[in-house]
């Protein structure tokens, strides 16, 4: 129904940048999600944006450092990481709500909300 395909993942070393994709086909969705995982924790909300409106949500552990954006004619999302740390090193997933509901913090940062996850890339962050 829906495909989320991410890249953009890679080694940096910390205070660098990288810049993730999500590219996503099928149908439309209300808003798109980051999260990760690092082993041994459970998976944690990064940010998020709605699709129609561009509001975005952060974590606090990234506010600041990191920004998610959205190209609705290409139905993909971006998200901007600088000043990266080594504690910023896990698995990035993109999500899709395609269910719509009212645009809450809590809603956004919620990963049983979102309908379609994608494969995760790896992004390892070096001291």
């Known amino acids: 129904q829906v495909q989320l395909v991410e890249s953009g993942g890679g080694l940096v070393q910390a205070g660098g940048s990288l810049r993730l994709s999500c590219a996503a086909s099928?149908?439309?969705?209300?808003?798109m999600g980051w999260f990760r995982q690092a082993p041994g924790k459970e998976r944690e909300f990064v940010a998020a944006?709605?699709?129609?409106?561009?509001?975005?949500y952060y974590a606090d552990s990234v506010k600041g450092r990191f920004t998610i954006s959205r190209d609705s004619a290409k139905n993909t999302a971006y998200l901007q990481m600088n000043s990266l740390k080594p504690e910023d090193t896990a698995v990035y997933y993109c999500?899709?709500?395609?269910?719509?509901?009212?645009?809450?913090?809590?809603?956004?940062?919620?990963?049983?909300?979102?309908?379609?996850w994608g494969q995760g890339t790896q992004v390892t962050v070096s001291s």
């Open positions: 999500a899709a709500d395609l269910k719509g509901g009212i645009p809450t913090y809590r809603r956004r940062s919620d990963a049983s909300y979102y309908n379609y």
């Open positions: 099928g149908r439309t969705f209300s808003a």
């Open positions: 944006v709605g699709w129609t409106s561009g509001a975005t």
